[in-house]
């Protein structure tokens, strides 16, 4: 991290201690080693990542000032099976902010993403990431990456053309990615402090998987299978076409178009 020229941003709140750097490896990487050395609830943003991740140990890649890449260290007092409410609290504020700053409304695909149907297919427009920090079944600490597409260039990066877009994008304009930040930070502290049925009530409202035919990738192959329902704990519950339920708690989906 270029602490030097790190700058510290104003933000009110739970979430006051915030740096933006112009770059680092990876702001979850940075905050899991001050979360494992004991360090308070805190932010951290970069401009540009050099080793930026994903879930499921992919990378995570974006043009350099062009998108929010945002980690935040959370000390909840939860149980580790309950890490999930955490995800969906910051599900919920990502789209309310993407829609209060910028004017676009996006879904949140199962488990992690952002997507617009705006052309059409879905294209992803951000994606979170959770790294937790156990002691038995209580977490410790949680930091909670996320990555949203925001002043991205008209020409999408090649591998990402097909299936991604940002947000200026969609709104015709720049966002102002502060502004964002603020927002995003605002609507996640109170979305923290919701009961956690209000808080899946919330999530599945936003949903834009339940109700969808999804194709499962599995390393033991694919199938496919109607979303049902999201449970508490952030597990997704699917039924094939001769109903047999399962519960997925990790991978990812493809949404598939409806039949007919
Ligand atoms: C995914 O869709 O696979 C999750 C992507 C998460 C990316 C964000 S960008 C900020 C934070 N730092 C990282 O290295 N990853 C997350």
């Not at 209580?138 to 925001?150: D, E, F, W, Y």
């Not at 299936?163 to 609507?187: C, F, I, Q, W």
Request: some cysteine; proline content about 3%; hydrophobic content about 45%.
């Amino acid at each position: 991290m270029e602490a030097g020229r790190a700058k510290d941003t104003e933000s009110a709140g739970r979430f006051s201690r915030v740096v933006w750097v112009p770059e680092t490896g990876s702001t979850n990487t940075d905050l899991l080693a001050v979360a494992l050395s004991g360090g308070p609830e805190q932010v951290l943003v970069a401009d540009a990542q050099t080793a930026g991740r994903g879930r499921l140990g992919r990378s995570w890649s974006a043009p350099a000032g062009a998108s929010l890449l945002c980690s935040i260290l959370v000390r909840p007092e939860l149980a580790a099976a309950d890490t999930g409410l955490l995800m969906m609290a910051l599900g919920v504020a990502a789209v309310d902010s993407v829609a209060e700053v910028s004017g676009c409304e996006l879904g949140l695909k199962w488990p992690n993403d952002l997507v617009t149907s705006a052309a059409g297919g879905d294209r992803k427009v951000s994606g979170m990431l959770s790294e937790g920090v156990l002691d038995g079944d209580r977490l410790i600490a949680a930091v909670l990456g996320i990555g949203i597409n925001v002043n991205w260039p008209d020409e999408l990066p090649d591998d990402l053309a097909g299936t991604a877009t940002s947000l200026r994008h969609l709104a015709g304009r720049d966002v102002d990615r502060a502004e964002l930040l603020r927002s995003l930070l605002s609507h996640f502290e109170r979305r923290l402090e919701l009961e956690p049925g209000e808080l899946l009530a919330a999530y599945r409202s936003r949903s834009a998987t339940l109700g969808r035919r999804v194709r499962i990738e599995e390393s033991t192959g694919f199938s496919e299978a109607v979303a049902l329902d999201v449970a508490a704990d952030g597990a997704l519950v699917v039924e094939d076409e001769v109903g047999d339920r399962r519960v997925l708690h990790a991978g990812d989906v493809v949404h598939l178009r409806p039949l007919g």
